[in-house]
Each structure stands twice: as C-alpha cells, then as structure tokens.
Nanobody, 115 residues
C-alpha cells in the first residue's frame, strides 16, 4: 500500500524559509514524476513544482527563483525548499507522485506566511 507522508509546514514570517518533505513508502518511485501542488484559501489547487522521473523540472511562474524541488538518492522522498516566502504563498501544500495511470496524493500540510 502506497503512503505519502508530508512534513515541514508551519507559520513563517514574510521573507522566511521553509522546507517541505514528502516521504513515500510501499513502492519503488524512482521513475515517478514527483510534484508539489497547493490550494490557497478559497481557491482551487494549483501546481507549484514538478520533477519528472527523467529529471526535468517545471516551476509555476509565481515561485520561480524562490522555490526548489528535489528528491533524495533513493527517489522516495521529494522536497520543496521555499525561500523569500510571501503572504500569497499561504496555502495547503500537497505532494503528488504519478506514473502512467498510477496517481498518489499526500494529505497536505499547511503553510502560513504572516507577520
């Protein structure tokens, strides 16, 4: 059974940094596309950063230059390093692992950027 466990969310002041982690278990995820999405208050879920199994990376325009997605050597953990955080980054952040018809989501972790 595949499980995704996210951690690292919390309250941070504008300009601060956080690192989110998503640990996957129950399979071999080295070929999977790993991604982070977020759902701001009152809005729909949107993609933030995508890391394909082949190593290609795509960032949403709103986070380019501030966020970095990466994965560990086992391929089972994906990270999102967030810097220069802004109030508009406030959202529930979700990790997603996908390969063909296989599609798994984490439970979400709250990130609040406020002074």
């Amino acid at each position: 059974q595949v499980q995704l466990v996210e951690s690292g969310g919390g309250l941070v002041q504008p300009g601060g940094s956080l690192r989110l982690s998503c640990a996957a278990s129950g399979g071999d995820f080295r070929l999977y596309t790993m991604a982070w999405y977020r759902r701001p208050p009152g809005k729909q879920r949107e993609p933030v950063a995508i890391l394909t199994g082949g190593g290609a990376i795509i960032y949403a325009d709103a986070v380019k230059g501030r966020f970095t997605i990466s994965r560990d050597n086992t391929g089972n953990t994906v990270y999102l390093q967030m810097t220069s955080l802004k109030p508009e980054d406030t959202a529930v952040y979700f990790c997603r692992l996908s390969l063909s018809y296989l599609d798994y989501w984490g439970q979400g972790t709250q990130v609040t950027v406020s002074s």
